[in-house]
């Protein structure tokens, strides 16, 4: 039914919302590939490393999980402002502010949607035995080959789970969306400020039509992800 409801709202979609969607697609290709980048060596370092104060560490990585969006969002608007860095430093690098900007937007989604990525990445680094990693450092390769050769492809499934995750959890942003982008058509407007404004301006058809897109889309993510974390037989 949600399909028909998709194929049919294809036709009610306007240009700004069509707009909304590929820049909700641009957020989150961007802020998983960077996720990618950043989140997999923490994810190891969070696993391999005995210093007293990685748990403290895996705690703020995990904190957006609990705590409202909003929160999220206002302190990481009052980090952009100009009166305190990063949001300072990036004027005195660009001259621009971070604050309703795409980049801020990135930089927003990166932290919010950290923990939806290392988790997975984590479990799926710890799910690789360690007889394999030894006979591998045993058998003279070095730790970077063996982390590239051997930990990695074992552990593919549950990056490509954590990478879904974290993409299917940036498109459904809202409350930090709100408050560091705006709705900025074509900069920080994005698929689920654009509902809001449709709700907001009672144009119900247009609304359920692009609920249900965004439903099957998320959904379809998540079929994915379950498919990646089952084991194969």
Known sequence: MFALVT?????LLSAPLWESLWLTFKLAGITTVLLGLIGLPLAHWLN??????????????????VLPPT?????LLVAFSPQHPPGSW????????????????VLASIVYSLPFAV????AALRAVPTELLDASRASGATAWRTWWRVHL???RRGVGAGLTLAFAH???EFGVVLMIGGSIPGETR??????????????????????ATLLVISFGLLVVVAVLQRRPQ
């Open 48 to 65: 391999t490393t005995r210093r007293r104060m990685a748990p403290v560490l895996e705690a703020l990585v995990t904190l957006p999980i």
């Open 119 to 122: 988790q997975p990445f984590q």
């Open 71 to 75: 929160v999220i969002g206002f302190y």
């Open 7 to 11: 194929v049919f709202g294809v036709w």
């Open 170 to 172: 940036t498109l459904g």
């Open 153 to 155: 492809p074992l552990a």
């Open 190 to 211: 994005v698929a689920s400020i654009a509902l809001y404004d449709e709700v907001q301006k009672l144009n119900y058809p247009v609304a359920h039509a692009f609920a």
């Open 90 to 105: 990036w004027i005195a690098l660009t001259g621009g502010s971070l604050a309703f900007t795409f980049t801020g937007l």
